[in-house]
């Protein structure tokens, strides 16, 4: 009543007056509770005191009220303190302990030497008090012990309490302040825990232990190189240590330089698969390999790294490989080039974000900051991104590109010709499916954004991933022709060959070599990269890789002009966009006709065909040069047929052949068997070892791989065919003892031969060479009787 008297009657300017009277009043009041053993009540009046003389300034007081100071005899100092002392006794006796000794420390930590020494004796009898409450007849070692137990069972802010009161009770030791740290520690309290860590190295600076709290709780305040020091410490005193346990226990733990070898050989890995420069995203600039490992080992994730690795165990996990890989996860653009674009020289040494954002410029920033603000830390884009004066990193660039591409999270395709909120269709009308290098970009890629000109995801499609998008693979389908599973799931190699080709097939690029040069990663090969070679000796060279390690020959199946590095090949990829010729026959069809020739063809004859067939050996092609092993039919009439002008069309027999219809803008001689020419001409089925139903040959070796080149070939051997080899290994004339399965495969193998068969038609240069005569259309030939082909028809040819 009298505090609310006084709080209505004071004047406004005099209330820090009020404030100090009301104190001296509660004081009253609060010693009156406590003698009445009201501690509640009396807590709340010193707690009332305590926080009121904490918020008012005693110096203010005193200069402005110096004449209330003289009349009443005001010490805030001493009111303070008697306030501090009754609400401990009152918790006390509440039997709050807990509160009581957080009020003690409070008390402790906010009094001067002088005001601790004149309470000397009433702490004493407080903590002999608060001791009792914690323990059985005032045992601190119980306190600690059951602290301890509060430890053990993850009970860490009751261990806290329990280790503090300990500690506040006199009762301190190294143990207490190393458990009461890891209790801190496991309650993230970084740097409480630090003090008790430090307080246990002051206690025995020879321990290890404070050194590994001490390391623990700099690492959970991010405080890394900190950490590694203390950790070093910590090592450096598990190895003077005289105690064999703690030698011992040095061994389970490893040293930062052992971890920073693991983080090098880790980086290593992880690059090996990346581009060589790389654009900073974060600071903008354009790094080199060198100046991306610095970036790593300079970086808050190395220093994290370093800090958290310390157990032998640790280096074998996944976890340091883990890191180092989300550090360096990198985003690509695949995009169509404009008339300007940012270059090397543009950009070198200099912040990307700084520069004038027009043409190309924009571009690039826009891509960077998209990239950084999903996440990324690196980014690569063509125009900028290769030293094309330097022939090794161009070289290296080149072939490693379709792989840069594979191993990046994130490939960001920028529609530069498609406009904001565009309608379905919009990406299939785009030139972005025109262009050789995109190709490679889109398939190699695992993660694909579209993006509209304004960099907004195209028809809004924010999921992850546009490769897992129906409408957006569906319309890309329609646009290339590749059904959208190879879109997503394609693997590089030389398997389906002439598929890939064809889907090159209507695809441009601006310099003319790299049609060819962007479809290396495709196929999974690695060749030099000569500028100025021209397109056909550079498509010329990949065709030359295809056959020689497939041995695949389907990439002879093409219409249109012969290439000048070899007759066999085309001079332009256009010539894929036919589909080869397939005339698939179903199983029943094939059973039929193997029943039919079951009691016409000779056991024997038969499988003196398949043996011979099945030992052929695959095509070699080396040096613009190919040994094509195959079924030949001599040419025996070419006559040019009237009335057609579009080209020539020529009327043609051969041995073993239907009459047939050959289209070219060649002039062939024209003979017949009755008006004979010098020059010999042949119409062949080059060998397809798939029909046998053998393994594909693009997963085995080649000649080409064991070691063996045109150079190892002799000249008895060029142009010879493999008759003699190959019969030396059939049956001769010995009666074939041929059991039902075999006789089966020799007869489908029969039927395959009997179908229409794409053919090239090839004419004799030298002796034993041979160049093949393009043709405007397929020359589809077929044989007049499938157990009519001669084994003296299989041979090897040199094809120049």
Same mark, same amino acid.
């Given at each position: ?30 010693? !009156? ?17 305590? =926080? ?5 300034? *005693? ?21 303070? *303190? ?95 302040? $190393? ?5 801190? &520690? ?18 025995? %600076? ?38 064999? *346990? ?44 060198? $100046? ?91 125009? @900028?991104?290769?030293? +094309? #004066? ?25 529609? #530069? ?8 269709? #919009? ?29 907004? %995801? ?98 002879? /199946?093409?219409?249109? *002009? ?9 001079? /332009? ?25 079951? =009691? ?21 092609? #080396? ?6 092993? @195959? ?93 003699? +080899? ?26 395959? &031969? ?29 044989? +007049? /009787?499938?157990?009519?082909? !001669? ?10």
């Amino acid at each position: 009543m009298h505090i609310q008297r006084l709080a209505n009657v004071c004047p406004k300017a005099d209330i820090p007056v009020c404030h100090i009277v009301e104190a001296y009043l509660r004081l009253q009041l609060g010693i !009156d509770a406590f003698d009445g053993a009201y501690e509640n009540e009396a807590d709340e009046h010193f707690a009332v005191i305590i =926080n009121t003389i904490a918020s008012t300034s *005693q110096s203010a007081i005193h200069s402005t009220y110096e004449d209330f100071v003289v009349l009443f005899g005001w010490n805030l100092k001493e009111l303070w *303190q008697i306030a501090s002392q009754r609400r401990c006794d009152a918790l006390l006796r509440a039997g709050m302990p807990r509160e009581a000794h957080e009020s003690y420390r409070y008390m402790m930590d906010m009094s001067d030497e002088a005001t601790k020494a004149s309470c000397l004796d009433w702490s004493t009898v407080f903590k002999q008090k608060c001791s009792a409450l914690y323990a059985v007849d005032g045992d601190t070692a119980a306190l600690t012990a059951s602290g301890d137990t509060a430890l053990d069972a993850n009970n860490y802010d009751k261990a806290i309490e329990l280790y503090s009161a300990s500690i506040d009770l006199d009762s301190a030791t190294e143990a207490i302040f $190393a458990n009461r740290s890891k209790a801190r &520690l496991a309650k993230l309290l970084w740097e409480d825990a630090l003090l008790d860590a430090q307080k246990v190295v002051e206690l025995n %600076p020879s321990s290890y232990l404070g050194y590994k709290l001490i390391h623990a709780a700099l690492h959970g305040a991010q405080r890394y190189d900190e950490a590694i020091e203390a950790f070093q410490v910590m090592l450096s005193k598990l190895d003077n240590s005289a105690d064999p *346990q703690l030698r011992d226990l040095r061994q389970q733990h490893v040293s930062p330089s052992e971890v920073e070898d693991v983080i090098r050989m880790a980086i290593f890995v992880e690059l090996s698969n990346a581009p060589l420069r790389l654009l900073h995203i974060s600071a903008g600039r354009l790094y080199n390999r060198f $100046a991306q490992i610095n970036a790593f080992q300079t970086s808050v994730e190395c220093k994290e790294l370093l800090s958290s690795t310390t157990k032998r165990a640790d280096l074998h996990t996944e976890r340091i490989r883990g890191v180092v890989a989300m550090y360096f996860r990198y985003v690509m653009l695949s995009h169509r080039w404009e008339k300007t674009e940012a270059l090397l020289h543009h950009i070198q040494d200099k912040v990307v974000y700084e520069l004038d954002g027009l043409g190309g410029t924009a571009k690039l920033q826009s891509f960077c900051k998209i990239a950084r603000d999903a996440g990324y830390f690196w980014a690569w884009m063509d125009t @900028c991104c290769i030293d +094309k #004066a330097n022939n090794v990193e161009l070289q290296e660039s080149v072939n490693s590109m379709f792989i840069w591409y594979r191993h990046s999270a994130l490939t960001m395709v920028y529609l #530069a010709d498609v406009p904001p909120s565009s309608k379905p269709g #919009a990406l299939a009308n785009s030139i972005w499916n025109t262009r050789g290098w995109t190709l490679p970009e889109f398939l190699a890629s695992k993660v694909i954004h579209f993006y509209q000109s304004d960099w907004t %995801p195209y028809l809004d499609d924010r999921s992850p991933n546009h490769k897992e998008s129906p409408a957006i693979m569906q319309e890309l389908e329609d646009v290339t022709g590749i059904d959208a599973r190879a879109l997503t799931t394609f693997r590089p190699g030389m398997r389906d060959a002439r598929e890939m080709l064809q889907w090159a097939s209507k695809r441009g690029t601006t310099i003319q070599e790299d049609i060819a040069y962007s479809l290396f990663g495709t196929f999974g090969v690695h060749l030099p990269v000569i500028y100025g070679e021209k397109k056909q000796n550079a498509l010329g060279r990949l065709l030359q890789e295809i056959v020689a390690r497939s041995g695949d020959i389907t990439s002879l /199946d093409w219409v249109g *002009q012969s290439s000048e590095f070899n007759s066999c090949l085309p001079a /332009d990829i256009i010539s894929y966009a036919t589909p080869r010729y397939s005339l698939p026959l179903s199983e029943d069809e094939i059973q039929a006709a193997v029943s039919s020739l079951r =009691n016409i063809v000779p056991v024997d004859s038969a499988w003196k065909l398949y043996d011979l067939l099945e030992n052929m050996n695959v095509p070699l092609f #080396a040096n613009c040069r190919l040994r094509l092993p @195959c079924i030949t039919f001599r040419v025996t009439e070419v006559r040019r047929m009237r009335g057609r002008v579009a080209h020539s069309t020529y009327g043609v027999k051969a041995d073993g052949l239907q009459d047939l219809l050959i289209t070219t803008d060649q002039t062939l001689i024209q003979f017949s068997r009755t008006r004979s020419t010098q020059q010999t001409f042949f119409l062949v089925r080059p060998w397809d070892r798939r029909i046998l139903g053998l393994p594909d040959f693009s997963e085995q070796l080649t000649f080409a791989d064991e070691g063996e080149s045109v150079g190892d070939w002799s000249e008895s051997e060029s142009g010879s065919d493999d008759t003699d +080899k190959s019969s030396s290994n059939s049956p001769g004339k010995e009666e074939l003892s041929v059991d039902s399965d075999v006789h089966s495969r020799s007869l489908r193998l029969m039927v395959h &031969l009997g179908q229409a068969f794409s053919a090239l038609l090839i004419a004799q240069q030298h002796v034993g060479e041979y160049k093949r005569v393009a043709s405007d259309q397929y020359i589809i030939a077929q044989v +007049k /009787d499938p157990a009519s082909i !001669d084994i003296m028809n299989i041979r090897t040819l040199d094809i120049l």
